[in-house]
């Protein structure tokens, strides 16, 4: 009796959101794995697909905000920074 193996691998992380073709301007729902800069558009197949909003969480995933209440931030080797009001956040 032989069995099949099948290999569970690593579940990959992917964004999802609205994208733009920079060339066509056409616009549609995308998805593509977390590092993929351009996207191919679905509709004129050039690799000229960007994201129009920036990643973010999805729902009910805890956001950190600063006290200003901006959640955007600047983060180097030793801190995290509001972009709004430039405090040095404390985790």
Not at 23 to 45: N, T, Y
Not at 53 to 64: L, Q, S, Y
Request: proline share 4%.
């Amino acid at each position: 009796m032989s069995a099949d193996v099948i290999q569970f691998g690593k579940k990959e992380t992917v964004l999802e959101g609205k994208a733009k073709c920079t060339s066509c301007q056409h616009e549609w729902d995308a998805q593509a794995p977390v590092g993929v800069d351009w996207l191919e558009c679905p509709e004129c197949h050039l690799m000229k697909g960007r994201f129009v909003h920036p990643a973010v969480p999805k729902a009910g995933e805890e956001i950190w905000v600063c006290a200003c209440r901006c959640d955007v931030f600047r983060i180097t080797r030793t801190a995290a920074f509001c972009i709004q009001c430039g405090s040095r956040q404390k985790f």
